[in-house]
């Protein structure tokens, strides 16, 4: 399996990014996947799941409200756009599809990742 993620970069407080995630060497549309981010020294924190269809999505309540999750099976690809970005937001983002039954807020759901994109925030 690989993931490659794309559409980081540097912005400032209030603006928007598109993170796109496309997934090779796998059965895309069996998947969820999860989006995690993680900040310089501090570990890796969930942010959204989809499942394989796109029709069931959770958030983390720091981005509730502010991040959409979607994907497009056709393109084996995962999106996450970011709307009103803020300084806490700066991370490393990551996606991954679940392949294993603990909760999709666990990092043990999730086996492959890729080397993620650098999101940074300015304030």
């Known amino acids: 399996v690989q993931l490659q993620a794309s559409g980081g970069g540097l912005v400032e407080a209030g603006d928007s990014l598109r993170l796109s995630c496309v997934a090779s060497?796998?059965?895309?549309?069996?998947?969820?996947f999860a989006w995690f981010r993680q900040a310089p020294g501090k570990e890796r924190e969930f942010v959204t799941y989809?499942?394989?269809?796109?029709?069931?999505?959770y958030y983390s309540d720091s981005v509730k409200g502010r991040f959409t999750v979607s994907r497009d099976n056709a393109k084996n690809t995962v999106f996450l756009q970011m709307n009103n970005l803020k300084p806490e937001d700066t991370a490393v983002y990551y996606c991954?599809?679940?392949?294993?039954?603990?909760?999709?807020?666990?990092?043990?759901?999730?086996?492959?990742w890729g080397q993620g994109t650098l999101v940074t925030v300015s304030s």
């Open positions: 989809i499942n394989w269809n796109g029709e069931l999505t």
């Open positions: 991954s599809p679940r392949d294993r039954n603990y909760d999709y807020t666990d990092l043990r759901s999730y086996t492959y």
């Open positions: 060497a796998i059965l895309f549309y069996n998947y969820a």
